[in-house]
């Protein structure tokens, strides 16, 4: 069985993680996802205390293994939802966004294991010497909010500039990718769009169906004309109307960040799969079926495990 560094410093199974996804990752998929060995995030996503409560008491009544929650530090409700997984002592809190670091001596004295995700070098030192326990390192093959360099090109630079673990993110949908990742210097991998289509998760089918039936083309990036705020979807009616008014002469930076407001939610809650926004990575063409998320998690490092294994003969 593949174990990592990762996998005794959290306490999980494998050494995998499930991303953390506003409108999507809740209370029950963490659950799911630690109840099948690895580690299952939910997202606090712009909700308040109250809901971030909520996701983990139903975390906490549906596995008595660790899990996770992820923070956006541009949320209006970071601070509150900060000092909530302190007094809930949440095992891992990962965060996007920003940097972590004013909450980090308070998230450390809970016992709790910082683990920020990070597009660059850079950040990544930062991390490291703020405390964190590991990085996830996301490249942009990711869906949602991404950085520049792909996952092959920023993992092994994060790996060869900290000495925390490193788990890596973007493109990876299956055994392959894990071992890929292993062999850039990870010690564990980070997945969202394979987790969208888990039995557990509670995503509108709408969503699901879009990424069952995506191919190797169908994702695009929006918001990455003014920087810092490229976006990876499914092409639909909503990425076509809003790459017209990203650069349509008289767009802003202003202008450009209010068009994707409340689309997540359009998609992923009601069901809009063609004026919604359809957060998903690059391999959304090789997702095809929907599954228990232990059955995924089982799939992929059997197979992981079978390459790792088998790998002297592509080498002599």
């Known amino acids: 069985m593949i174990n990592s560094p990762i996998c005794d410093a959290i306490g999980i199974k494998y050494p995998i993680f499930q991303g953390g996804m506003a409108w999507i990752a809740d209370g029950k998929l963490a659950a799911a996802v630690s109840n099948g060995g690895g580690l299952g995030i939910i997202s606090a996503m712009n909700a308040g ?24 530090l541009q949320s209006p409700h970071a601070e509150e939802v900060a000092k909530v997984v302190a ?75 900290v000495s925390i673990p490193v788990i890596a993110a973007g493109g990876i949908a299956d055994g392959r990718g894990v071992a890929a990742a292993f062999m850039l210097g990870a010690c564990g991998v980070q997945l969202g769009t394979r987790f969208l289509v888990a039995n557990e998760c509670g995503v509108h089918q709408n969503y699901k169906d879009a990424v069952l039936k995506a191919t190797d083309i169908s994702t695009t990036t929006t918001g990455r004309r003014f920087g810092g705020n490229t976006c990876r ?4 009616t909503f990425t076509r109307n809003f790459l017209k008014e990203e650069y349509a002469p008289e767009a802003t930076a202003g202008s450009v960040a209010n068009l994707g407001i409340g689309a997540l939610r359009k998609a992923a809650v009601e069901g809009d799969a063609k004026n919604g926004c359809l957060l998903a990575g690059q391999i959304s063409g090789m997702v095809s079926k929907e599954q228990p998320a232990a059955e995924i998690i089982e799939e992929i490092f059997t197979q992981a495990e079978e390459l790792l294994g088998g790998a002297s003969k592509w080498v002599r």
């Not at 670091?101 to 010497?129: H, L, N, T, Y």
């Not at 979807?233 to 639909?236: R, T, V």
Request: charge should be negative; include cysteine.
């Open 49 to 72: 205390s109250d809901y971030l409560r909520e996701q983990i008491a139903i975390a906490k009544s549906s596995t008595d293994k660790p899990f996770g929650v992820n923070i956006m």
């Open 87 to 161: 007094e809930e002592k949440v095992p891992v809190v990962t965060t996007g966004a920003g940097s972590p670091a004013k909450f980090m001596d308070m998230w450390i004295e809970a016992g709790i294991k910082v683990i920020p995700v990070i597009a660059s070098v850079s950040m990544a030192k930062k991390m490291e010497r703020c405390g964190a326990a590991a990085v996830v390192a996301e490249g942009q093959e990711s869906g949602g909010h991404i950085g520049e360099l792909t996952t092959i090109a920023l993992v092994p630079q994060v790996v060869d500039a």
């Open 233 to 236: 979807s499914i092409k639909n």
